[in-house]
């Protein structure tokens, strides 16, 4: 099968890649890209582990083609830490203890980015909404929700 050129961007960097149609861009991010943070849990989008962002909308890159990235600004786990260190919701992911086993990780905070993002004060009920798409098997999510309710105080008295 011929492959496909894609240009695209990928946490700002632009990058190049070569791919066949077929390929997911959970696929191409962890084997072509060397971008591993983003897990894949299920291939089935049932499970949020390898969310990314995509134009700045929550996918799961298990179910995006990675051609469908040609052009666009893909954020991962690894483009939200900035050079100065972590980004606030890792942070409050790491204080909460809202981390066991580490699959899921990725995606509740690239989901909890989104979701920040566009709802800055968010309540528990929307919290938990936004995160509906993200499974974990470990915390049993209050941790996850303790943090992020954390880092949407913690950002809000930032801006």
Known sequence: MSKVHVTTRVNGDPVEFLCTPEQTL???LRDT???TGTKEGCSTGD???CSVLLNGRL???CLVLAV???GAEVTTIEGIATEEG???IQEKFLE???LQCGICTPGFIVATKALLDKHPEPDEETIRYWLAGNLCRCTGYDKIIRA???AATTLAHEA
């Open 26 to 28: 959970v696929d191409v």
């Open 33 to 35: 890209l060397d971008r």
């Open 47 to 49: 499970c949020g582990a």
């Open 59 to 61: 996918v799961c890159a």
């Open 68 to 70: 469908e990235s040609e």
């Open 86 to 88: 972590l980004h606030p």
């Open 96 to 98: 909460h203890a809202a």
């Open 148 to 150: 992020v309710q954390d």
